[in-house]
């Protein structure tokens, strides 16, 4: 056999995943640095996820944030791909995600913009109930494009994982 079939063979049984599908709902609270305003801006995460089941979990993950404060505010809506680990034996999932989507901002008074937005992520989840992890932090830079805006936000929340 050849060596580059038998490293393709070794990656595909590695990267292989059973076809179920684990889907997650979740909300939190973020914090997050506005640059574009030069001010902290907090509020509501929602979104939903589905990946599959295993040690290397692939799926994709839709999200909205909508922080304010003082009359500014940097919303989002994003979607994208997801990549989660969970070791074996341990409570803990972290994982990464890379998303698209649209955001707008405004500075306190100053007519709003939106533009495309897009987020690099990345944060660690813990069960604590069988069907219910706490998100205990996640590191999102998010930046709108065409615009000198970017926003660097930590949240923390609950993700509820649906059977």
Do not use: C
């Not at 506005?34 to 990946?51: E, F």
């Not at 994709?60 to 070791?87: C, E, Q």
């Amino acid at each position: 056999m050849k060596p580059y079939l038998l490293i393709a063979a070794a990656l595909l049984a590695f990267l292989s995943v059973p076809a179920n599908a684990q889907i997650g709902v979740y909300a939190g609270f973020s914090g997050g640095h506005d640059t574009s305003i030069s001010s902290t801006v907090y509020g509501p995460l929602v979104g939903i996820y589905a990946q599959s089941s295993g040690f290397l979990s692939l799926g994709g993950d839709a999200r909205g944030s909508f922080l304010s404060r003082s009359g500014s505010h940097f919303f989002t809506g994003a979607i994208g791909p997801r990549i989660a680990l969970k070791p074996v034996g341990l409570p803990v999932k972290p994982y990464l995600e890379g998303l698209v989507g649209v955001g707008n901002t405004s500075g306190g008074g100053s007519s709003s913009a939106t533009h495309l937005n897009y987020q690099v992520l990345f944060g660690i989840d813990a069960t604590i109930l069988p069907r219910i992890d706490w998100r205990v932090i996640e590191y999102d830079y998010s930046a709108l494009a065409g615009a000198s805006t970017s926003a660097t936000i930590l949240t923390t929340g609950l993700v509820i994982r649906l059977p």
